[in-house]
């Protein structure tokens, strides 16, 4: 019961001396609040004096208006020159977004240029298909045209021209255009698969230079001629290639089988080759034979090399085509132009 007692007041006198503590702070608080009250209270004049003899002005305020006053004109100030800074900003990104604005304008002006280049070659390009098909046989009816019953044919894009502005005029001739080029895909395919199934008939027909490279020149050509040798007229019945040297490589013009390799006393070395068509191709006078009989060939390959066997005045490559019965002139077969 004792230590209960000592520590109860123990306990308070610790809260009695907590209370006198903050009286006492209190106290001191409120006199100096009151002694700032009375300060800001305080009354002032402000005498304005002029210099002529007009009457002096007087305003009376205290020291809390004058304050509150000093912190207003300080806060509108403030604000004037931070909104005056983000003007200057604002008047900037404006500037900024003009030019880029004249700049997009001017690539509006050059993209619509294009895009009447892009109609014109377009429409260049309908009328060169459309006589391509025409040369072909192909029936362009039913695809061209249908581009043209869907309103994308070249033609209704001109006419549409008219009839839309700015840049809903330039997004419908796209459209219409890439509807066009879209309708034009299956005639182009059609062509590629003519010309593929034509490349076989082209590797089939003797068609090319009969020395690799495309050297050499025509030493005699075909039909009637002086013979080097006699001097008399006869009729040469091949061409005769002549690249002034031996060993040159000697080609195949077109697929075959090789039907004979053998020697000749006026021929020489030679190989003949039958094609498709019942068309033969010999090639005489050669130094080397690089194939056999039996063996099939195609187009470019090797056979052999020029030569002078055989009754020459000099290295050459004596040519001919016969379709069946008849010696033909293979300078209609070969892409070259004959000076005589």
Known sequence: MAKTRRYKKIEKNFVSSFLNVAKSWASKAGAVILRFIKACDSKLTIMIVPHSQNKVLNFQTNVFSLCFGLVLLVGIIGSFVYFNK?????????????????????????LRDENNNLLQTAKRFQTSLSQSLSLLGINSSSSVSKASMNDSDLSSLYDTQSQVTGSTKEATDIRQLNAYLESAVQPIEQIGKMLESQETLFTD??????????????????????????????????????????????????????VNVGYD?????????????????????????????????????????????????????????????????????????LSK
């Open 265 to 337: 006393f006026s021929f020489g070395n030679f190989v003949i080759i039958k094609h498709k068509h019942g068309i033969y191709t010999r090639y005489c006078h050669m130094q080397t034979a690089r194939v056999k009989k039996g063996e099939f060939v195609s187009q470019r390959q090797v056979i052999g090399t020029i030569g002078n066997t055989g009754i020459t005045t000099g290295p050459h490559l004596h040519y001919e085509i016969h379709i069946g019965s008849d010696v033909v002139d293979p300078s209609k077969y070969v892409n070259v132009k």
């Open 86 to 110: 983000k003007a200057a900003g604002s008047n900037a990104e404006i500037s900024r977004l003009m030019n880029e604005n004249r700049q997009t304008l001017a690539s509006l002006d050059e």
């Open 205 to 258: 027909i003797p068609n090319i230079w009969p020395v690799r490279g495309g050297i050499g020149h025509i030493s005699m050509p075909f039909g009637q001629n002086t013979h080097p040798i006699t001097g008399q007229w006869y009729v040469h019945k091949g061409l005769d290639i002549s690249t002034w040297r031996s060993g040159d490589p000697i080609v195949a013009t077109a697929n075959g089988q090789v």
